[in-house]
Every structure is written in C-alpha cells, then in structure tokens.
C-alpha cells in the first residue's frame, strides 16, 4: 500500500488524493502543517507526498514553489489538477434567522487557507464584509477550530467532507467567485508512481537561472524551445532570494525529459551559461477525465 503524506482529513489536499487514485487504498499521513509534508517524505518516512501548487484564482502557491526549489531536492512524479469546491461551514444555529435562511451578518470571523480566503472573495464582501479574516494551515483546519469554538459567530470556508467529518453545517455551497477554481497539484517522491489509468500527458518542469547581466538571455532561453516547437505551458518567475532583482525561472514543457529534442534544447540553454535542473518529469491528470 503507497504511504503518503497529506494535509488534514477533509482538506482539498485529501479530496484530490482520493481522485487520484481513483479508491485505491492508500495509507495517508495526515499532518498538520506542509512544512511536515515536505519533510515526511524528505525524511522517508513515506513514499510520496502531495502539494497543492498552483490555483486557478489565486495563481501559484508560492511557498510551497519555493520548498520544492530552495528546501528540497524531491522531484514530482504525477500533476493532476482537481476542483477546490469551498463551502462556508460554522454552526448553523447562530445565524439562523426566523423564515430559516442565514444572516451572514452576523459572522464575526472567517477562517480558512491564506489560498482559500481570497478565492471566495465577492462572496465575503457582499454578504460579510465586517467579518474578520484568519488564515490557518488549511481549510481542514479551519473547520475543525470553527467545531471547537461555538457561540463566537465563526465560519469556515472548506469541503463538504470538512463539515460532514466534524458535523457542522453547510451554510451557503460553492461560494468561490468563479465556479471553474482548479487547483494543480503535485506527487513528490524518489521512485516514479504506479497510476493504474492513462495520462492525459507528460511534462518536464524545469529551473533555469540565468547569466547574471545578459540582454536577451531569457529570449535566448526561449527560442531554444521555440524553433524546436516544444509546446511551453508554464513560465513564471521568482526571486532566487539571494539579491534583490535576481530570479529563476519556473518553466513546463510538454514533453519527455528523455526526448532527443528536449535533450537538446536542455544542452542549448546550459550553452548559453544558464543553470538547467529537472524538477521533474511526469504524468498529467486531468479533473475529470479517465482513460
Ligand atoms: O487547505 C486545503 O484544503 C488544501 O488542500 C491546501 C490548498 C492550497 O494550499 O492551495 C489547496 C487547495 C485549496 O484551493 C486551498 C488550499
């Protein structure tokens, strides 16, 4: 059975996790805070584990980019982007109103992933916009906190799964501002995954640093892909943290880490005195589709 670390039982983390695999038993470390499941698979304690890395609305989780480059050197061995459908979840008797509906009003604070909160953004300002926002380590978390502190006029925003565990109401479903919010999540782990379904493709993420000071370096970079029509799916940029303007750049290609001509798109860029590392090379799945 695959050992894998997870955020919380009823996090969107644990929800993908399921879909993944499609209800193949799996033994989950549940634990509280990603920096623990970085460090459970860094450390062998389990075989992989899962980070969310990318969200439709809130665009790259960045510090669990920055733990995959600066903090640890696993690479990712699945992709698979998933629905982060959020709730808002609390006690329901607090808010409820004569004719039965919900005075959102009254919520005094939200709680929720710093990822989830601004996902559901239009829904807090039309219908609570005193309330007080928290982020915690994840929207399971959030949950669990609201369960244990009734009377005090707070929600959560986090999956049904969330609500049903530590039995809370649903308040109001679906709240995110736009209803296709998609999160990217990753598999790391040292051996590649056995995934009983076809991919919908691979991919090959990669880290290139360039020369410091080269005008045009990063069109350089590019054009190796370019001229070689590699299908290019993600390019973003972040700060080496090591001087202020200095940044490497986070890139996805379609393609094989092995093929002749990523190999030699590869080679040109190092030519060009840009670092290259593979973070990965790896099956993509795709919310819903089964192959
Ligand atoms: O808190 C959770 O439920 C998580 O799985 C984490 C996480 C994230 O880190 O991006 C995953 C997806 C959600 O959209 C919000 C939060």
Known sequence: MKRIAVLPEGSVSHEAIDFLFDGEALD??????????????????????????E?????????????LVNEVDIPMQAEWVYPSIQNVIGHGNEFVTDDGTYDFGKITKILSHPVAI??????????SPDADLEGVNSTAEAVEIVK??????????????????HGLDIMAERVTDHD????????????????????DHVKTSLLVTLPEDAPGALH???????????????????????????????IDVIETV????????????????????VLGSYPCYT?????
């Open 28 to 53: 989950l470390q549940h634990s509280k805070l990603i920096s623990d499941i970085f460090r459970a698979v860094d450390s062998g304690s389990v075989q992989y584990s899962v980070i969310p890395i």
């Open 55 to 67: 969200n439709t609305i809130e665009g790259s989780v960045s510090l669990h980019m920055d733990w």
């Open 118 to 127: 601004p996902q559901c953004q239009n829904f807090i300002r039309q219908h």
């Open 148 to 165: 244990k502190n009734p009377g005090k006029g707070w929600v959560a925003i986090g999956t049904k799964l969330a609500a049903q565990k």
């Open 180 to 199: 296709n919010n998609y999160t990217r999540f990753v598999l790391i782990g040292h051996e590649p995954v056995d995934i009983p379904r076809e991919p």
């Open 220 to 250: 350089q970079v590019l054009s190796a892909f370019a001229w070689r029509k590699l299908n290019l799916t993600r390019l973003e940029s972040r700060p080496t943290k090591k001087r202020l303007g200095s940044y490497y750049f986070y």
């Open 258 to 277: 092995d093929s002749v001509l990523l190999t030699a798109a590869m080679a040109e860029i190092e030519a060009l005195n840009c670092q290259v590392r």
């Open 287 to 291: 919310y819903p589709s089964r192959k």
